[in-house]
T-cell receptor, first 114, second 108 residues
Framework: KAGVTQTPRYLIKTRGQQVTLSCSPI?????VSWYQQTPGQGLQFLFE???????NKGNFPGRFSGRQFSNSRSEMNVSTLELGDSALYLC?????????????FGSGTRLTVV | DAKTTQPTSMDCAEGRAANLPCNHS???????VYWYRQIHSQGPQYIIH???NNETNEMASLIITEDRKSSTLILPHATLRDTAVYYC?????????FGQGTRLTINP
């Protein structure tokens, strides 16, 4: 079956612009999480959605937002981009919010802010 | 707020077993131990998970101590393609919290 699909794979934006990243989970998965990975901070949790509701949020400024649609697809948006937002953004999906259900990750979107 | 402690780096010879330790002394009764690995900025790849019993799959074995305060991931016959950063994660009902992981290098 198809895995987690993230689009686009690569993106270059200018400081001050905004960007929207997309994630299509594995068919049947209802939970989608987003992570930011940078060399200095490692993998940091952004937020998690389940059935169109945000269930968890990490310690990121309000410029980072997300949403989940009725088909479980998710988007995250970053407004007023800063140079420090350059990172690999990873999306992961899970069947349910239970301890014994793991997450499957996509290949990520590499965002470069110039 | 990662709840695990792992060595920063380890080396292993190709063909030998790689044993990666992890301490999770504050694990709760309903939390699972998960292992993921990440190869050169690809998305993390699920390896194995367990609650209290030892687990084995086609990739690895997971040994969890009886008190559940530590675990060991075993790659039985390491190959060069197993070179990666390995993350040990304690997970409840929601989200994965990644620590810094162990950078495992398999040497020929």
């Amino acid at each position: 079956k198809a895995g987690v699909t993230q689009t686009p794979r690569y993106l270059i934006k200018t400081r001050g612009q905004q960007v929207t990243l997309s994630c299509s989970p594995i068919s049947g998965h209802r939970s989608v999480s987003w992570y930011q990975q940078t060399p200095g901070q490692g993998l940091q949790f952004l937020f998690e959605y389940f059935s169109e509701t945000q269930r968890n949020k990490g310690n990121f400024p309000g410029r980072f937002s997300g949403r989940q649609f009725s088909n479980s697809r998710s988007e995250m948006n970053v407004s007023t981009l800063e140079l420090g937002d350059s990172a690999l953004y990873l999306c992961a999906s899970s069947l349910a919010l239970q301890a014994n259900y793991g997450y499957t990750f996509g290949s990520g979107t590499r965002l470069t802010v110039v | 707020d990662a709840k695990t402690t792992q060595p920063t780096s380890m080396d292993c010879a190709e063909g030998r077993a790689a044993n990666l330790p992890c301490n999770h002394s504050t694990i709760s009764g309903n939390e699972y131990v998960y292992w993921y690995r990440q190869i050169h900025s690809q998305g993390p790849q699920y390896i194995i998970h367990g609650l209290k019993n030892n687990e084995t799959n086609e990739m690895a074995s997971l040994i969890i101590t009886e008190d559940r305060k530590s675990s060991t991931l075993i790659l039985p016959h390491a190959t060069l393609r197993d070179t990666a950063v390995y993350y040990c994660i304690v997970k409840g009902a929601q989200k994965l919290v990644f620590g810094q992981g162990t950078r495992l290098t398999i040497n020929p």
